[in-house]
């Protein structure tokens, strides 16, 4: 219990000169506490790890960047000089939204999400990879299967390519939580892999990277989550499923 006793002044105060006193102290902590607010929105970081709750995958949430245009912008890099700027991480995918890993859940937030890609008059080339986590109740199938129906309902001219698509939907399952993102150059830029995009590669079957330019990127809207409301970087280990012929490390991926 806190007491307070009030001067012989105070006690004096008629009762309009009390409320003109309250509202000044009133006043005076809206103004400190939005001081502190204004003080901790500026020492957050550009970039900062967050548990991921999976062994080998680490996200890395962003403050004030598109994690897609970042990606893209160290692998169309990293093509074109094919210097190698790292040595553990093996991976890196921008992650651009999440839900709850459910059929039904899925469904209906991707019916939303993938429509700045893919809904008319929008169109494109797309393939879809997945890949799970710490999760036994999705089936691969099933989520392939209903995605690429949500994707050509949007627009029959959407159409699957899995040589050299326009558009690679990433589906990245860790425990309940459903990572989602769409990328571009992923058969030219290895898989998004930072060892393997290094290498020289006659066999690529696209010559430049992707034309969008960075303003036509910044145009696409990306629709808030329910379960993050900022964006996020993961990284991650090579799985023996993978591509055997790609050496062992650590894979990093965007959110």
């Not at 245009?69 to 890099?77: M, S």
């Not at 393939?127 to 036994?136: E, H, L, W």
């Not at 960075?214 to 379960?227: A, L, M, R």
Request: aromatic share 6%; proline share 4%; with cysteine.
């Amino acid at each position: 219990m806190l007491c307070v006793k009030f001067s012989d002044h105070e006690e004096r105060l008629s009762g309009s000169e009390r409320e003109e006193d309250e509202d000044d102290v009133e006043a005076a902590l809206k103004k400190e506490v939005g001081q502190i607010r204004a003080s901790t929105e500026q020492k957050l970081r550009r970039f900062q790890s967050v548990e991921s709750g999976a062994n080998n995958v680490v996200f890395i949430r962003t403050q004030g960047i598109e994690p897609e245009n970042l990606v893209h912008h160290i692998l169309k890099d990293m093509h074109a000089t094919k210097k190698k700027k790292t040595r553990v991480i093996l991976r890196m995918l921008p992650i651009s939204g999440t839900c709850k890993a459910f059929m039904e859940d899925m469904k209906k937030y991707t019916e939303t999400f993938f429509e700045p890609w893919f809904k008319a008059p929008n169109k494109g080339t797309f393939q879809i990879v997945y890949k799970a986590r710490n999760n036994s109740h999705m089936s691969r199938e099933e989520v392939i299967k209903e995605l690429a129906g949500i994707v050509g309902g949007l627009n029959p001219e959407n159409k699957v390519d899995l040589n050299n698509p326009q558009y690679t939907i990433v589906v990245e399952i860790i425990k309940n939580v459903c990572c989602l993102s769409v990328v571009r150059d992923y058969v030219l830029f290895r898989k998004y892999n930072l060892q393997e995009v290094v290498k020289s590669n006659k066999d690529d079957t696209q010559p430049t990277p992707s034309s969008l330019t960075e303003e036509q990127n910044s145009k696409v809207v990306k629709p808030e989550t329910e379960e993050k409301s900022s964006k996020e970087v993961k990284q991650e280990n090579k799985n023996q499923d993978e591509i055997e012929t790609e050496p062992k490390g650590n894979d990093a991926l965007t959110v």
